[in-house]
């Protein structure tokens, strides 16, 4: 191409234009042109040029830009890129004149879906070699929760950026970031995000990061996320869906490893926890908020057995602290707060093997069965039911120990209400353990009367049946096995 002209090229299913004008001057040529590239198969020019294999598909490739420079700098101006469904526009420059090229770029975009652009085997190198992040289409767990595939980020020391990112949407996976503003800069061994602000599952997310551009990465990140909708989170992962809930997370944490089983195993640091108003109405989710759902609806349960729940029975808030040392997460501050009454509880989080092990105990308050308590023996009684969640972090076993309620064998007025609840054949039992029922009549309840002068002697009466005392904590044990 001279001073000024067209050149159009044509190759491996790509075309090529380029209009404007070149200067060859002493101290090195420039160029001012128009640049359009176009393809019909992304994926499939970026496996031809440089060997990496996306995931795809990903559609097709338009670009168009204004670029001026020359040896040592190339900037992209009025830049428009549409590959597949996301499109970008902004400025890009790239610095040539160093040890590794420098890219500048300010982009706003369009919706961005990330997971056809990742790599589909392990070998993908991402355009720089040694570069090896978490593929898709290994990202399954097999015989393990946490994938062992290396990520070797050492491949993006062959350049440095500073890269600002807008965009109404930027999903990957499960996760969908609206309004994302991001700004990263790679350089000098590390990745940074120094700023990630969006809007995650209903929450405000705000969050920064960093990590060494090593075969054995480093990372550390601060991450804030308030007011996030727990019921849109369980359902995009597939779960049962949680009716309703708020949730805010505090951490910061750090690791290093190789794969996501190592880091896993590695991470470390503190934060803290709010559920607020956690409705458990589906029960169990399948996720790592299984243990709090199941004991929302097991207190929820014992809370509706005597009258208690409603509209808010199945409400919960829990707060809490929480230290991470090499993966295991531990907490001993962990405050509940429900209907049926408030508690505290503490344990542990083992990320690496999966499990919970939480201990606690709920303080009974003033709900229909404590204030029949109180009212029938003028005094207040103190009713606490110890509860344990542990085994598998996703579908974990929910224990209440009802046989630690005090109160047993005092009489409750009005508890017809309660003996019409419980199934055939348990009312007649809890009504002589309760008192303030109706007595029905028995056998035993009239004497015969004396036999007249002369008269043969009646046969016996015979002896009624004597029954085994029972007591309310068994009654409540009978009642929680249906």
Known sequence: MGPDGTLDIKAAGCSAALSGKTNNLPGGATADVSVQL????????????????????????????????????????????????????????????????????????GAIVLDPFL????????????????????????????????ID????????????????SLQYDAYNLQNADLAVVLGNGKFRADKLTGVLFGGALRATASATTTARPRIETVIALENMN?????????????????????????????????????????????????????????????????????????SGLFGGGGKSGG??????????????????????????????????????????????????GQNILTALLSKGTRRDVTQTV???????????????????????????????RLIKKLPKGVGGILQGILGGGTQQQGTTGTQPPPPQSGSEPPPPQPQPQQQRKITPEDLLKQIFRR
């Open 153 to 168: 980020l050492s491949g993006l020391n062959n350049i440095d950026a500073s890269i600002v990112l807008k965009t109404p």
């Open 119 to 150: 790599p589909a085997k392990k070998t993908a190198s991402l355009l720089w070699p040694g570069l090896k992040i978490l593929p898709v289409a290994t990202r399954r767990r097999v015989a393990s929760r946490w994938s062992t595939d290396a």
């Open 38 to 109: 176009r393809h019909p198969d992304l994926a499939r020019l970026l496996r031809n040029f440089s060997g990496y294999r996306a995931t795809g598909p990903i559609g097709g490739l338009d670009m168009q830009a204004r670029l001026r420079g020359g040896a040592k700098e190339v900037a992209l101006t009025g830049l428009t890129l549409k590959a597949g469904k996301t499109a970008l526009r902004g400025d890009v420059v790239v610095g040539l004149g160093g040890a590794r090229p420098n890219i500048k770029a300010n982009l706003t975009s």
């Open 230 to 302: 727990v019921g849109q989170a369980t359902r995009a992962f597939g779960a049962s869906a949680v009716t309703d809930g708020r949730m805010g997370f505090q951490a910061n944490l750090a690791t290093a490893g190789g794969s996501v089983a190592g880091m896993i195993a590695g991470l470390n640091g503190n934060g803290s926890l709010r559920l607020k108003g956690i409705d458990a109405g589906q029960g169990k989710t399948g996720t790592m908020l299984a243990g709090a759902m199941g004991l929302v609806t097991a207190l929820n349960q014992f």
């Open 386 to 416: 110890p509860f344990a969640v542990y085994g598998p972090l996703d579908s974990p076993n929910i224990k209440l120990d009802t046989s630690k309620i005090t109160g047993g064998g005092l009489p409750i007025p009005g508890a017809d």
């Open 315 to 364: 409400l919960m808030d829990v707060s809490g602290s929480f230290a991470i040392q090499n993966g295991l997460a531990s907490s001993r501050d962990m405050q509940i707060a429900s209907s049926l009454g408030k508690g505290a509880a503490a344990g542990t989080i083992d990320l690496p093997r999966w499990r919970i092990d939480v201990k606690g105990k709920v303080n009974l």
